[in-house]
Each structure stands twice: as structure tokens, then as C-alpha cells.
């Protein structure tokens, strides 16, 4: 698996990084063999960047990732998780909830030091205390050696760009916005890589917008939004492709010249990692992307903060 370097931070990075969120069994119950497979499978084909939290499945990923990890060499893996959001409308950046946070993190996942610790989805808490309170805390805990890198994540790209510039922070995060139908990300992510800043693309697929299955009904995306990407979907069918795949294989062909060092990918099967891994090794079909970006064109970049839909990922 070809590696990048995340921003200034000295990490080389695969392009395509595992998201361990669905370890916490929050789409369907996920056994910790189950874990251990995909865990495996990624770590033989050189995907060896994990993002977790504490929030996913309320804390199930990380012990199920950390199970998983159990006995791989601590040297051979980059560990990033995340401090701040702990419910679906829980939000704390105090600094005692962050170095609290971190150290039951540290016990779910079965090690000695974090490599890259993030503040979830900053948009939806107390700005002020996450700049007051919990980026301080960490930069204390950066030097102690407990955590190595400090990075922020979250929806609202305007906001990202501006915290991390003013608050220098390692990483930046963004999801849904470097995909088919949303390439906002693209100039950021320019910029903040210019700025020594790692930026991560998470969720290329938009949360299942991008899926052979569609939005779940909870997807804020706009029903105009949905409709177009079912007509990309049927598209894609009638060529012989899923579309899951040339979601991931743009996101993943497009992203150096975006400044973006790795895109981050959800799941708990190692069947989907395998295929996963198979779809980053093939070509993206530029006569298809052509079609698909004739149909995608009318919505986009049209987010759900540009034009929502009856959904929401998250309520304050």
C-alpha cells in the first residue's frame, strides 16, 4: 500500500485508512473474531491507520479495536481516536472530560500512547471551551508523551480551516466532503496542506449516500441530493460496477492533488476491507466518471448545511 507523509507530523500514512467506528457494532453486531479478521486482514495489506473513538458504538469500537490489536507490535500501527463527543447530543471539552477521556482510552485500546488525538465534531460543542480548555489539555499531554499529535475533526470546513490555522494543530479531519458528489474539501484541504496540516478525507461513500443501498433515512442529505445519487447508482449498475467502488477509487486517485493524505473507510468485515484494498489497485474509469459527473452536476457540493434535507446526523 503506497504511504504519503500526514502533514508535518512524520507519519507516513497509506492512502486508504480503516475507520474502526462499525468494530463498535453500530450498523449490526459485530463479534470481536469478526474484529480481529478485519483488523488482520487491513494490517497484511499495509493498512495500518486506524480511526476510532470514543463516541462509536459508546465505547465498543475502541475495546473491540484494541482487542484486535492485542499483541501486534506497537511500532508497526498509527492509533488515532478522538476526545469530546461521548453521545449523540453529548458534547464535553472541559479539561477534565478530555484527560479522563483519554486515559479510559488508553485503557479500551490496550496501549501506552496515542498517536493522533482529535476533538470530535468541533461544530456541534462549546468552541470556547474546546480552545480554552481541551486543545490546552492536550498540548500538556503532547509533551508528557501521552499523546503525539493533536488534530481537530468535524462537517463545517470553514470552521476546520480556521481552528486549525489559529490554534496550529496537527491534523484536520473533514468528512463527506471529498466525494462524487461533494468536492468542497479539495481547495481547504490545499490549504491547510500547505500550512503543515495532515488532512484526512473520511467517509467517501457520504455515510451511505454513495451505496448500492442508498441514504439510511436518517441521511441529512436533500431528497434532490438522494435522487441523484440513485440515478449515479443505476448508472453505475447498468456498467457492470458498483458504486461504492468508483466512490472510493475517485476519492483515492483524486486526493494528492487535493492535499488530502489519506481517505478514511469505515468497516467490520474483512470481505469489504478485501474488497476494499482490491478497488484502491484499479483504475478509475474516466468515461464513467464523465457520465456520472453529467448526472451529479445539478446538486453538486450541495451539502446539508448548503441545502438540508429532513435528516440530521446530529442534534445539539
Known sequence: MKTVALGRTGIQVPVLAMGAASLGSIYHPVSQQQANDTVTTALEHGVNYFDVAP????TKAETALGGALKGVPRASYTLATKVGRYGDSQWDFSREATLRSIDESLA???TDYIDVIQCHDIEYGDLHQ?????????RELQQSGLVRHVGITGYDLALLEKLAVEQKVDTVMAYCTWTLQDRRLGDVARRLNQAGIGVLNASPLSMGLLTRGGAPTWHPAHEDVQNACRAVSALCDREGVNISQV???FALTTAAEQGIATTVIGTA???????????????LDAALLQKIDELIAPVLNIGWDVLPGNGGKAQK
Open 55 to 58: 463516541y462509536y458504538g459508546l
Open 108 to 110: 479500551r485500546l490496550g
Open 130 to 138: 474546546l480552545v480554552e480548555e481541551a486543545l490546552p489539555m492536550l
Open 247 to 249: 466512490a472510493l477509487q
Open 269 to 283: 468485515s474483512k470481505e469489504n476491507m478485501l474488497d476494499n484494498i482490491h478497488w484502491c489497485e484499479q483504475p
